[in-house]
């Protein structure tokens, strides 16, 4: 017996006159891609893995989330402008859509033929957009760069390479603004070929200073010192491994073996610092990445996930987390982490089944991040051990007498 995938939250009956329904969560779910308003971080915008795409807005710092609408296409990235919180981009499939208004209302505006990957706003021109996205070249993707000057409305490109490949991620100097690195990947002959690409001219040219990287390595997430434009580390998510350089290119260092990198973030009031987002670690560097060590509890890692973590550029101690349980962040550096996700309705249940012999205790399993369960009719949940790595749970039954015997059937029934 097969299921169609629906992303839904468990609800219950409000009365015999089915009238209303009330969430009983689990809150949280797939997230995409995160947004924080350099202005005021109590604002912050997360997207959802699935499609159609819904948008959560908090205006409380995650303390709550609210639904805000949603699109037809995934959000690969999400960037406030550096000076009004109310001027928001949204990278999605061949367009960015533009908010003037905190996200009320969006505009499109083309851009490229495929997915945009991730923007990045000019710190002290924030009309000037860059962003890493592909290109159509001889009947296939090509990796390219794109600028806006006039708020994203219109868009000049950059073809970096005339191999099939992908940009995944684009990154800009706070000390300089002119250099712009591009990070990504094309094929030759059947293998992989790491891209790094840098800019000395504010996107105008490109040279390529990826060519000391291992083949078969994909760059997906690429951060340059904020004060030390030769610093520059690159990640991928697979193979994984970071990689530093400390001469603009001219030599990488592998400096951390890890599967399943997806994200690395820096900040200008904390220039030495930097996180990776892992699988099922979250890696912290205090030496401009010459070394790194697993940072900090609380964070989901039962599973291995994409992960996109961002550091605040306002508040030293503050760092924030996406993942496929949700939304965390941490206020002392990444020492421990606090999950944060009342109002994100994206848990996606498989099966559901209430104990026979106290109906006070409900397991549910989740697609993709395992069993929960609740003892208080749902409004408490809490993860289960993991007990399978090769699938999900698609049917649960409870014995009848003891609600602690439960037998779970993995797979597709």
């Known amino acids: 017996m097969g299921y169609k995938r629906s992303v839904i939250t468990m609800l219950l009956l409000s009365t015999l006159g089915f009238s209303a329904w009330e969430s009983l969560g689990p809150f949280g779910g797939q997230l995409r891609a995160l947004g924080i308003a350099p202005t005021n971080e109590n604002f912050l915008l997360v997207a959802s893995n699935y499609l159609p795409c819904r948008l959560f807005r908090s205006t409380d710092h995650g303390s709550t989330w609210h639904d805000h609408g949603f699109t037809t296409h995934y959000v690969n990235t999400i960037a406030f402008d550096p000076a009004n919180e109310n001027i928001i981009y949204l990278g999605t499939y061949m367009d960015v859509l533009k908010s003037t208004n905190g996200g009320a209302t969006w505009t499109s505006y083309a851009v490229s033929t495929t997915y945009i990957n991730e923007l990045v706003i000019h710190a002290n021109a924030p009309t000037t957009l860059h962003a890493a996205a592909s290109i159509s070249y001889g009947g296939s993707e090509a990796m390219a760069y794109y600028k806006s000057t006039n708020g994203g409305i219109a868009w000049s490109s950059v073809t970096l390479d005339t191999l099939k490949g992908i940009s995944l991620c684009v990154a800009v100097c706070h000390a300089d603004q002119n250099i712009v690195c591009v990070g990504g990947s094309s094929m030759y002959n059947n293998n992989t070929l790491p891209r790094v ?52 290119g001219q030599s990488w260092l592998l400096v951390q073996p890890a599967p399943f990198i997806k994200s690395i973030t ?123 790595s090769c699938g999900n749970i698609c049917s649960i039954a409870i014995h009848n007498t003891n609600p602690d015997i439960v037998l779970a059937l993995e797979g597709s029934g």
């Open 197 to 248: 690409y840098r800019s000395m001219d504010g996107g105008s040219s490109f040279t390529d200073i990826g060519a000391d990287l291992p083949i078969g390595y994909n760059v997906t997430s690429i951060r340059i010192h904020p004060n030390d434009p030769d610093i520059i580390y690159v990640a991928s998510y697979y193979p994984g491994d970071i990689y530093r350089t400390t001469n603009s």
């Open 266 to 388: 820096t900040s200008p009031i904390t220039p030495d610092v930097a996180y990776a987002g892992a699988d099922t670690v979250i890696y912290k560097s205090t030496n401009a990445g010459a070394t790194w060590f697993n940072c900090g509890s609380g964070y989901p890692c039962e599973v291995k996930q994409p992960r996109i973590v961002v550091a605040s550029r306002t508040t030293d101690t503050h760092v924030y987390c996406i993942d496929l349980f949700g939304f965390s962040h941490s206020t002392n550096s990444g020492s421990t982490w606090t999950a944060s996700n009342h109002g994100i309705t994206l848990a996606s249940v498989l099966t559901l089944e209430r104990a026979p012999s106290l109906r006070t205790t409900i397991y549910a399993a989740l697609n993709m991040t395992g069993v929960i369960k609740s003892t208080d009719s749902g409004d408490s949940w809490v993860f289960l051990p993991e007990f399978l």
